[in-house]
């Protein structure tokens, strides 16, 4: 019976952190914070202390659309970054935090898999270092501050029907997408009103929390939240409320990145994790600018697909904090590009040229969006499976050889670093040809709806957007409050260009209906909501906790 990546993860030889960080990277026991044996946080002063030290090499990795079939970006991440240090390029991973949400929902576990994991793997995936936990009891003492304040005589004027900030919890549970509250006592007749949860992953303190880039900004950031209107329409902020300062006290000790370490012994960052399909999808900007001072070279990645994740990487970002990528991974499977080309589920595990030649097209336009929106030179990273065949492979290297894109089959997964070895050649020949010419897809000072209306049509190939008189109304504002500025985070499935997750491969001409618009004032952008994805996923019908159990002695199994 093969191992299941937790039995793995269990079974490797962790190094204690404070060893493995001075010996590689050359960091004090003291600029440490252990939280155990094997994970710590990173001090920021001494982190401000490497400011003149110059950048390492920056390395994004992304993916094709996802699929049920599995595509293996964050094993992908960490299988390169081992290769990387293999071959002799101190490197270091800067990757997101999981949430507990997709880890007892769909996922099951979001810390790599096979050879190529981060770990411990059972404290990242469950509760870490407490980080989620402490965004959402900021965000949600924001929450219980604007009850009070209503509750206290509202001397800000908010209109009870003009509230904008929401709830959240770090699960998936359909049942909080709408409540209702104040039921009790007084709050039966004076405060009874509707609300909404979303998951920590989408709040707008955890996009502050990821763009930061000092506590200072930080506290700046959460002061311009917007958390409702008056009646008169005049925007009242969490400053307002003198919110800011405890919301950032509470997030002193999650602020610090968290270090922990890979199989094979080398350093990773995981620090933040806002998704990408509701969300900007990457991790801090603190943690990443952290890994470009301690290495030669970082890789790191940006959720879902090149059209969600690496765009937005790119857009706000690097847009917001001056970041460059050198070089893109554009990482596939055989059995992802079978599914796109029409085989369903039953059939990803039987070599299929036809479906990967139909197929293809999804990789394609990844591909040509990361070269010729995005400026970055790419590699394709084929994730290997037992089925892939070389008649399949040949369909995919020659239709990247016609856009001069190589090809590299790698085998972390089941070889670990030795078997990303070509992948990691390729990546440092990639970057020291020095090509890379980032770009961003729209201008700062185009409006909100032309700004959305370039992404859908350069990166998700659709022929226009649309909206109803309401949100036109809403973006219409925004742009008029002075907000045109910002650029778009666009929330839709990360299963298609379209926002129809059925649509595999690529369509084209679509319409991108957006159907609702947030303003995140502090984050600094606008989010539009496309389709009907949703905020607080829902749990699948059997989901991922049901495997999971823990004996007598602490040992967690089921969690993959």
């Not at 950048?55 to 990795?61: P, Q, S």
Request: charged share 20%.
């Amino acid at each position: 019976m093969a191992r299941t990546d937790i039995d793995i993860a269990q079974a490797a030889t962790l190094r204690p952190i404070l060893d493995l960080a001075r010996e590689r990277l050359g960091i004090p026991p003291e600029a440490l914070e252990p939280y155990g044996r094997f994970k710590a946080k990173i001090d920021l002063k001494w982190l401000d202390s490497l400011s003149d030290r110059p950048n390492g090499k920056l390395v994004l990795v992304t993916a094709i659309s996802p699929t049920p079939a599995g595509e293996g970006k964050t094993t992908t991440t960490v299988g390169l970054g081992d290769a990387l240090n293999r071959i002799g390029k101190r490197t270091v991973m800067a990757l997101r935090e999981p949430s507990l949400g997709p880890v007892f929902g769909m996922k099951g576990g979001a810390a790599g898999g096979g050879l190529a994991q981060v770990v411990p793997m059972e404290d990242i995936n469950l509760h870490f270092t407490g980080d989620f936990h402490a965004i959402a009891l900021a965000h949600n003492l924001l929450a219980a501050l604007i009850d009070n304040h209503i509750h206290h005589g509202n001397a800000l004027g908010l209109d009870p029907r003009r509230i904008v900030w929401r709830r959240v919890m770090d699960m998936n549970d359909r049942a909080m997408r709408s409540t209702v509250i104040g039921l009790g006592g007084a709050w039966a007749t004076a405060s009874r009103a509707k609300t909404v949860f979303d998951i920590v992953a989408a709040s707008e303190v955890m996009a502050i929390f990821c763009l930061a880039t000092t506590r200072r900004d930080l506290k700046e950031r959460l002061s311009r939240i917007i958390v409702g209107y008056t009646r008169t329409m005049q925007a009242v902020r969490a400053s307002d409320l003198q919110a800011h300062g405890a919301m950032a006290a509470l997030l002193k000790d999650a602020f610090k990145p968290n270090l922990v370490q890979t199989l094979e012994n080398n350093l990773a960052l995981v620090h933040g994790g806002p998704f990408a399909n509701i969300a900007h999808g990457c991790n801090t900007v603190i943690a990443t600018r952290a890994a470009l001072k301690l290495g030669e070279y970082v890789v790191t990645e940006a959720g879902f697909g090149a059209d969600l994740g690496a765009e937005k990487f790119i857009d706000i970002k690097c847009r917001k904090s001056g970041l460059r990528p050198d070089v893109a991974v554009v990482v596939a499977t055989l059995r992802a590009l079978r599914h796109h080309g029409g085989s369903e589920p039953q059939q990803f595990d039987h070599a299929q040229p036809q479906a990967v030649e139909r197929g293809i097209v999804n990789l394609e336009r990844h591909v040509d969006n990361v070269r010729n929106h995005y400026g970055l030179p790419c590699v394709v990273a084929i994730n290997a499976y037992e089925s892939d065949t070389e008649e399949e492979l040949q369909v995919v290297r020659r239709n990247m050889a016609r856009r001069g894109v190589p090809v590299v089959v790698a085998r972390h997964w089941a070889a670990g670093s030795a078997g990303a070895e070509e992948l990691a050649r390729a990546v440092v020949q990639l970057v020291e040809a020095g090509t890379a010419d980032m770009r961003f897809v729209y201008a700062d000072e185009q409006t909100l709806w032309d700004k959305m209306q370039t992404v859908a049509q350069q990166i998700y190939g659709a022929s226009d957007i649309s909206a109803n008189t309401a949100v036109r109304a809403k973006i219409a504002q925004l742009q008029a409050d002075g907000h045109g500025h910002y650029p778009v985070c666009v929330a839709k499935t990360q299963y298609s260009f379209s926002t129809d997750p059925g649509l595999r491969g690529a369509p084209s001409g679509h319409m991108v209906n957006i159907r609702e618009v947030r303003l995140a004032a502090g984050a600094e952008f606008v989010v539009m909501i496309c389709g009907d994805v949703m905020t607080m996923p829902g749990l699948p019908k059997e989901p991922a906790s049901m495997r999971m159990d823990i004996d007598d002695d602490g040992r967690i199994t089921g969690l993959c």
